[in-house]
């Protein structure tokens, strides 16, 4: 690599240059550079995705799912309830919220989400989806990976790994969230490091503090572009040296990407610059300042945007802290869709809410709800998806899907689809072996596409 070059004195420019600022924004960036744009299997429906992950399992009887027959046997375990639940739970629990029919599709949403009512035609409600584990880590990594064990890579990777950036300036995808959970969620796993997702601090309103080191106090821009240019030279002599390595190119990339976020990033991630009607349609709370960055991010060619809200956790008192939460994510959330409306975007974006599973409609602890993987409800909208539908069902109590089930793989296969990408030819070989992100499962569900 090093050719033409003493040793001491190339070990000492590479601790200055690449280890040093450079090497601080690689690092904080987690490898999270894409590649450049690659063309689907077929034409696509949508380019880009919005992923709005409910940490912790929103209750799906609250929201999106209602069964007026929880009334009938409240404080029952009537036959079709005997299911095993991961806690002590009792007799079934009405939910205490009506449900309206809502926009022309009529498609019934709880009265706690009243700015999403207002979107009902633009929404398709999977009802029957249903998981493999009821614990909030593996359930977690199932959903966005495919599978339990936390080595594989996420679905933002995948899908990054496909079709790469629209903006060579920008990650192709990028993970905003309030809380560290060390980017378990959003991993490449043994895919190259490049589609990792690039974490941005929702905690920060200042864009410049969104990505740490994003700014060279000590280089302008005419010098580092000088390092580059060397940095080239040296990758380009080891490349002819010792041929292609995939990891290696991955984290050349990424320094790239890293020096040009440098003039980007800043103007990208800066929500002041947006009017004062369109923020305070999005509203005060982080969360809300994450769906406007996620609609900014994609109208920029981010190729795939994942933004948490966790909390949703309710194993007691869910009769006060799910109408909190709700009210965090209602109005943001709508918002960004009518946004992407307005904007032209939102029949090329696909938009998708959901959590790890729902909630049971037996009662914990008097007034709370445990986690359930038999059935709940996710939702998409947008890009090339039915709106105002309901699609499949869970039985009369919301326990388990039992009606045209959808499975995570089933899932996978639909959004890798709506992209473009057949879920079965997406491979990455590692280990001996083909990989994809839907193993050796998965069907679209045709019934939803537009």
Same mark, same amino acid.
């Given at each position: 690599?090093?050719?033409?070059?003493?040793? *001491?004195?190339?070990?000492?420019?590479?601790?200055?240059? *690449?280890?040093?600022?450079?090497?601080?924004? +690689?690092?904080?960036?987690?490898?999270?550079?894409?590649?450049?744009?690659?063309?689907?299997?077929?034409?696509?429906? *949508?380019?880009?995705?919005?992923? +709005?992950?409910?940490?912790?399992?929103?209750?799906?009887?609250?929201? &999106?799912?209602?069964?007026?027959?929880? $009334? $009938?046997?409240? #404080?029952?375990?009537?036959?079709?309830?005997?299911? $095993?639940?991961?806690?002590?739970?009792?007799?079934?629990?009405?939910?205490?919220?009506? &449900?309206?029919?809502? #926009?022309?599709?009529?498609?019934?949403?709880?009265?706690?989400?009243?700015?999403?009512?207002?979107?009902?035609?633009?929404?398709?409600?999977?009802?029957?989806?249903?998981?493999?584990?009821?614990?909030?880590?593996?359930?977690?990594?199932?959903?966005?990976?495919? $599978?339990?064990?936390?080595?594989?890579?996420?679905?933002?990777?995948?899908?990054?790994?496909?079709?790469?950036?629209?903006?060579?300036?920008?990650?192709?995808?990028?993970?905003?969230?309030?809380?560290?959970?060390?980017?378990?969620?959003?991993?490449?796993?043994?895919?190259?490091?490049?589609?990792?997702?690039?974490?941005?601090?929702?905690?920060?309103?200042?864009?410049?503090?969104?990505?740490?080191?994003?700014?060279?106090?000590?280089?302008?821009?005419?010098?580092?572009?000088?390092?580059?240019?060397?940095?080239? /030279?040296?990758?380009?002599?080891?490349?002819?040296?010792?041929?292609?390595?995939?990891?290696?190119?991955?984290?050349?990339?990424?320094?790239?990407?890293?020096?040009?976020?440098?003039?980007? *990033?800043?103007?990208?991630?800066?929500?002041?610059?947006?009017?004062?009607?369109?923020?305070?349609?999005?509203?005060?709370?982080?969360?809300?300042?994450?769906?406007?960055?996620?609609?900014?991010?994609?109208?920029?060619?981010?190729?795939?945007?994942?933004?948490?809200?966790?909390?949703?956790?309710?194993? /007691?008192?869910?009769?006060?802290?799910?109408? /909190?939460?709700?009210?965090?994510?209602?109005?943001?959330?709508?918002?960004?869709?009518?946004?992407?409306?307005?904007?032209?975007?939102?029949?090329?974006?696909?938009?998708?809410?959901?959590?790890? &599973? #729902?909630?049971?409609?037996?009662?914990?602890?008097?007034?709370?709800?445990?986690?359930?993987?038999?059935?709940?409800?996710?939702? +998409?909208?947008?890009? #090339?998806?039915?709106?105002?539908?309901?699609?499949?069902?869970?039985?009369?109590?919301?326990?388990?899907?039992?009606?045209?089930?959808?499975?995570?793989?089933?899932?996978?296969?639909?959004?890798?689809?709506?992209?473009?990408?057949?879920?079965?030819? +997406?491979?990455?070989?590692?280990?001996?072996?083909?990989?994809?992100?839907?193993?050796?499962?998965?069907?679209?569900?045709?019934?939803?596409?537009?």
């Amino acid at each position: 690599m090093m050719a033409n070059l003493q040793t *001491a004195t190339r070990r000492q420019w590479l601790q200055s240059a *690449a280890g040093g600022f450079f090497g601080l924004v +690689l690092a904080d960036l987690l490898r999270g550079d894409s590649a450049r744009e690659r063309r689907p299997h077929f034409a696509p429906r *949508a380019k880009q995705v919005i992923f +709005l992950f409910m940490a912790g399992g929103p209750s799906h009887i609250d929201l &999106f799912d209602p069964k007026p027959a929880l $009334r $009938r046997y409240e #404080g029952q375990r009537p036959a079709g309830t005997e299911l $095993r639940t991961e806690r002590l739970t009792g007799g079934l629990l009405p939910s205490r919220w009506r &449900f309206a029919r809502c #926009g022309q599709s009529g498609l019934e949403i709880s009265e706690l989400l009243p700015h999403l009512q207002t979107c009902a035609d633009e929404l398709c409600l999977i009802r029957s989806v249903y998981g493999a584990n009821p614990n909030h880590s593996p359930a977690s990594d199932f959903l966005m990976t495919g $599978r339990t064990d936390a080595i594989h890579p996420s679905l933002g990777a995948w899908v990054s790994y496909g079709l790469g950036t629209a903006n060579e300036n920008l990650p192709a995808f990028v993970a905003l969230r309030q809380q560290d959970n060390g980017g378990r969620l959003t991993r490449n796993g043994y895919l190259p490091g490049e589609h990792q997702g690039t974490p941005i601090n929702l905690a920060e309103s200042n864009p410049e503090r969104m990505i740490r080191h994003l700014q060279n106090p000590r280089l302008g821009s005419a010098e580092q572009g000088r390092q580059m240019d060397f940095l080239r /030279q040296l990758n380009a002599a080891h490349r002819e040296e010792r041929g292609a390595d995939v990891q290696l190119e991955a984290r050349v990339r990424a320094l790239e990407t890293a020096y040009r976020m440098q003039s980007t *990033a800043g103007t990208a991630f800066d929500t002041r610059a947006e009017h004062a009607a369109v923020r305070a349609a999005y509203g005060a709370d982080p969360f809300g300042t994450g769906c406007l960055l996620a609609r900014r991010l994609v109208e920029r060619g981010v190729r795939y945007v994942h933004l948490e809200l966790q909390r949703w956790d309710h194993h /007691q008192n869910i009769d006060r802290e799910l109408p /909190q939460m709700c009210r965090r994510m209602d109005q943001p959330i709508a918002a960004l869709l009518k946004d992407l409306r307005r904007r032209g975007l939102l029949d090329e974006t696909l938009v998708i809410w959901g959590g790890e &599973f #729902g909630r049971t409609p037996v009662s914990e602890n008097g007034n709370g709800r445990d986690h359930n993987h038999y059935g709940f409800t996710m939702w +998409l909208a947008g890009g #090339g998806v039915r709106g105002g539908l309901a699609h499949g069902a869970t039985d009369s109590f919301g326990f388990r899907a039992v009606h045209d089930r959808v499975s995570v793989q089933d899932l996978h296969a639909t959004i890798l689809h709506l992209l473009g990408l057949d879920h079965e030819r +997406l491979t990455y070989r590692y280990s001996g072996r083909d990989f994809r992100l839907t193993d050796v499962s998965g069907a679209v569900i045709r019934p939803i596409l537009a």
